[in-house]
């Protein structure tokens, strides 16, 4: 272990002492540095960052655009919401009014049942009085006529009995004198 250990040191103590590569001059990282900066140099001459700029600020605008659309149809919506909700509102008004409206038609009809079933029943009392009070009048009318017709017939037996051919000549003879 102790081995290990050291060729860890010595060769940690070779990588530090040794050159580093360089081409015309400069290290490697130099030469980074200067190709970044040329890489730069020819971004700024070729005006990509005003190219990444108008791009980034096209894409903004088309998202503003769309974010203003989603806000417009939002707002549509919430009209649109709010307008139906209205309308139920109204709807269940409306139904309400015409239940309620139901509700008393159906009570003035009961009303009117029960008067014209009252004003039926008295209406048929009176017919059935009168069909009564006609047939004690059809009876006592028969009954006069029944009583007139026993008189004559009584009254013709008594005459029959009574009266003869000469008494009739002489009533005739005292009716002519009297004329």
């Not at 960052?49 to 503003?64: F, H, N, V, W, Y």
């Not at 309400?96 to 009809?109: S, T, V, Y």
């Amino acid at each position: 272990m102790a081995d290990a250990a050291s060729l860890i040191l010595l060769a940690a103590g070779a990588a530090s002492e040794a050159a580093e590569p360089s081409s015309l001059g400069l290290t490697p990282p130099m030469w980074v540095a200067l190709s970044m900066a040329v890489l730069i140099a020819v971004a700024l001459y070729l005006k990509v960052p005003k190219m990444l700029t108008s791009g980034l600020d096209a894409g903004i605008a088309e998202i503003k655009q769309q974010l203003d659309e989603a806000k417009s149809l939002r707002a549509e919506a919430e009209a649109l919401r709010q307008e139906y909700a209205a309308k139920i509102a109204g709807a269940e008004k409306d139904a309400a009014a015409m239940l309620d409206h139901a509700r008393h038609e159906a009570d003035a009809i009961i009303a009117k049942a029960e008067t014209d079933t009252a004003a039926v029943i008295t209406r048929r009392e009176k017919m059935a009085t009168d069909k009564i009070e006609a047939a004690e009048l059809a009876a006592i009318a028969a009954l006069r006529a029944k009583t007139a017709d026993a008189a004559t017939a009584a009254a013709r037996g008594l005459i029959a009995a009574n009266h003869s051919a000469a008494a009739d000549s002489a009533l005739v003879d005292q009716a002519i004198a009297g004329i």
